[in-house]
């Protein structure tokens, strides 16, 4: 199905995915509206334009590629599936998502995968192509965020990097470490099987976007964890 | 200063011409306080771990035993109480923030105690509710308020979603992690068969309890755990938690020892792993945000279930609340300075916050004052401790209350204000297996539905006094009120008059 939204309103649009029996929807002209895929399942949904904030809320195995920017907010609380971003994306990128992939081909906003977290199988992944505003990772509980850096110069992600990160893990290309990490977080060079770790996911990145995997897992990495799965544990006594 | 000494709070008083050295009260107390010393034959104690959680009394087949406060004391001091002095010493030795449990028990004015309620004499009798129609069923949810007619005559408002209450009392959120599982269960079933609501907390919802989903409130908080589609879609409204009364500005922690495999599994994060609920949601800074985590609540379930805020009564509750009306929630659940918790810091479950009563009060007036109390419907929270502070709440301009800490009662809490240890020993603040199957869901369902029958009958009563047949009537009419001992400041925030006048 395809539709131009041009004019219509979020909870229009929203409602002709889904009350259509279609699995494939090409937007054209989307200019704001938000909550696009909101807790879908088992569709696939093009985007051209600019989607408004909370794109994916809830995905639930639904398939979101945007050929534009996106805004705040995309992938909030994600369960399941896919969101690709031919452009830029805004903050809270992948908040408390639990599982799925985030591709994004250019830069991202502030807190970048906050609450981020995983549980058995679910394991949620994001992959920024170029640089992250300040807060990446802030109380991440698990998954793992790449940020690739491409084309940056200077370390790609902003300042209090992973502050109360306290499971899984990131990895940031660059030649220089993220200064001013809190103490719960530990920082060393990726070796060449930490790397191959994200292989996998530098690849499909590349699928959508273009670029070489070798040559981008042959640059310098920092891999990200926590020290320890409980780092307020010392914090309280008992009143 | 090398001694740690801790002066007991109690003194565990065993008379031993009644004890018969059955050692059950060794067996009932988690906290490891009674023993038996083959030497001696005879139970000693170790009065420094007891919580004065009753449990051994209570089951002590010779009623031999007593806890009552410890005799030994410091040096009285009208401005260092014991428990202030005992908490420099905890902190000194550990070098940690004061942890506590349960709602605010400092020595704070309970507003409603200074309410009195009216009855009708001679003219507008009174209704006798064992004869008459008597309802107590309560609707929440945004009233429309424009009604169009069509040429036929036939009426269109706009359809909003709303839940339906047989008695103006659900249950507050406890999250499944604070509490138990039995505990949840007792909660559910007894929400089920009451035509009330339970919530689920920020804890997410175990699989077993899917089946109570019509009587359950899922909740959103900051840290989204167990928050997925199925749950959304599984609850009959959904929350989102902005605050608690207990530690408005605080966030929620759970310690990973207590991420056992079935709350791992429930709230969907790795076993021994903390969960931490950040203070803030970090994706709301304004109304305008938080509409948007409403609104795309509300196009993940296809708008049928309203979207409940809660928020703990702060000085400016009643401006947040006049936000919170706008953002497009349909209901508004405000939490008190009273209200429980698993754990919170002390200094802030002691000092943050105001009492439900006034602020409750404001916001009713503020939303009044600017038209949108149709809205948004509003549940006070944060202690009503009997169908008199219900009552009162309800003229006071609540459309319905939430109870916790009475409704933990009902299942056998005494109030020992140790959750955070979890060990509690009546099997509801813990997931020590041993002691989860000391509460029987079965025993406890009934309990709170007895507890809460009561309560209803008490209200239908006190409402047939007045000559009100109806929550509907009775809600904000702040007539049936009258203050005793209050200025007129206080008598001004809670728009009533003073008794007599
Ligand atoms: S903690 Fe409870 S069970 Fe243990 S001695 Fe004290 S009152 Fe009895
Ligand atoms: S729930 Fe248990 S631990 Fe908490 S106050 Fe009640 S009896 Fe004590």
Redesign the interface.
């Known amino acids: 199905m395809t539709i131009d939204a041009k004019n219509l309103g979020?909870?229009e649009l929203?409602k002709m995915i889904?009350d259509s029996a279609d699995e494939k929807f090409e937007l054209s002209n989307v200019l704001g509206q938000?909550?696009i895929g909101?807790?879908m399942?088992g569709k696939e949904i093009k985007i051209t334009g600019t989607p408004g904030?909370?794109l994916g809320?809830?995905l639930?195995g639904a398939k979101i590629i945007v050929h534009g920017n996106a805004q705040?907010?995309i992938g909030?609380?994600m369960?399941d599936g896919a969101i690709i971003v031919h452009g830029n994306c805004g903050?809270?990128t992948g908040?408390?998502m639990?599982s799925g992939e985030i591709y994004v081909q250019g830069n991202a906003g502030y807190?970048v995968g906050?609450?981020m977290?995983?549980?058995?199988e679910?394991y949620p992944i994001i992959v920024i192509g170029g640089k992250v505003g300040d807060f990446l990772g802030?109380?991440q509980?698990?998954g793992i965020i790449v940020v690739l850096g491409i084309g940056e110069e200077k370390c790609p992600v902003g300042s209090f990097c992973g502050t109360?990160m306290?499971?899984g893990e990131m990895f940031i290309r660059s030649e220089n470490a993220p200064t001013g990490l809190p103490k719960q977080v530990s920082c060393s060079e990726a070796t060449a099987e930490e790397k191959e770790q994200i292989r996998r996911y530098v690849d499909r990145f590349v699928k959508h976007f273009g670029n070489n995997t070798e040559e981008l897992l042959q640059s310098k990495f920092w891999k990200l964890v926590p020290n320890s799965?409980?780092?307020?544990?010392?914090?309280?006594?008992?009143? | 200063m090398a001694v740690n000494y801790k002066n007991p709070l109690f003194e565990v008083v065993r008379n031993p011409d009644r004890c018969i050295k059955c050692r059950v009260c060794e067996r009932q107390c988690a906290n490891e306080v009674h023993k038996y010393d083959a030497d001696l034959d005879k139970m000693i104690a170790n009065e420094q771990n007891c919580v004065d959680c009753q449990r051994c009394v209570c089951l002590c087949p010779t009623n031999a035993l007593k806890i009552r406060p410890n005799e030994n004391q410091f040096r009285p001091n009208g401005n260092w109480s014991m428990q202030l002095m005992d908490e420099v010493y905890k902190q000194a030795g550990s070098g940690g923030v004061l942890l506590s449990a349960m709602g605010n028990p400092q020595n704070y004015p309970v507003y409603w105690d200074k309410i009195l309620l009216n009855a009708s004499q001679v003219t507008n009798p009174p209704i006798d509710p064992l004869r008459e129609p008597m309802e107590t069923k309560t609707f929440l949810g945004k009233k429309s308020q424009k009604i169009s007619y069509d040429k036929d005559g036939k009426a269109h408002y706009e359809k909003t979603p709303y839940l339906e209450l047989d008695v103006p009392i659900m249950f507050s959120a406890m999250s499944f992690g604070s509490i138990s599982k039995n505990a949840h269960e007792s909660l559910a079933r007894a929400a089920t068969a009451l035509g009330t609501y339970y919530n689920t907390g920020e804890g997410g919802l175990h699989r077993d309890f899917y089946q109570y989903g019509k009587n359950t409130i899922v909740q959103v908080a900051s840290g989204r755990f167990g928050v997925f589609k199925g749950y959304l879609d599984a609850g009959a409204a959904v929350e989102i938690k902005m605050g608690q009364g207990a530690k408005p500005g605080i966030g929620g922690h759970l310690p990973g020892m207590k991420v056992n495999e079935e709350i791992s599994r429930t709230r969907m994060i790795p076993m021994g792993a903390d969960a931490i609920s950040p203070a803030p949601h970090h994706d709301i800074y304004s109304i305008e945000d938080l509409r948007q985590l409403v609104n795309s609540l509300k196009e993940a379930t296809g708008g049928e279930k309203p979207i409940i805020v809660k928020i703990a009564a702060v000085h400016n509750v009643a401006a947040i609340a006049s936000g919170i009306a706008r953002s497009g929630a349909d209901i508004i659940a405000i939490d008190g300075f009273r209200g429980g918790t698993g754990a919170a810091p002390t200094r802030i479950r002691d000092n943050v916050g105001i009492p439900i009563e006034l602020a409750l009060a404001s916001v009713d007036s503020r939303l009044r004052d600017e038209g949108i109390r149709n809205d948004v419907s509003i549940v006070a929270a944060g202690s009503m401790r009997s169908a008199a502070d219900v009552v009162k709440a309800i003229a006071l301009g609540a459309d319905a209350v939430y109870i916790a800490t009475s409704a933990l009662m009902a299942m056998g809490c005494h109030l020992c204000r140790s959750c955070n240890t979890g060990k509690c020993n009546w099997g509801i603040a813990t997931q020590r297996a041993d002691l989860v199957k000391r509460l029987n869901p079965d025993i406890a369902a009934e309990r709170l539905i007895n507890l809460v029958t009561a309560w209803n009958h008490e209200i239908k009563e006190i409402m047939g006094g007045m000559g009100i047949n109806s929550i509907e009537a009775l809600r904000g009419n702040r007539l049936m009120l009258r203050g005793v001992g209050l200025n007129q400041k206080e008598l001004d925030i809670l728009g009533i008059m003073h008794a007599g006048e």
């Open positions: 979020y909870d929203n889904k938000r909550y909101a807790g399942s904030n909370a809320a809830y639930n705040d907010a909030d609380t369960n903050d809270t908040y408390a639990r807190r906050i609450h977290k995983s549980y058995k679910l802030e109380y509980a698990g109360g306290h499971g799965a409980n780092p307020y544990k010392q914090l309280y006594v008992s009143n």
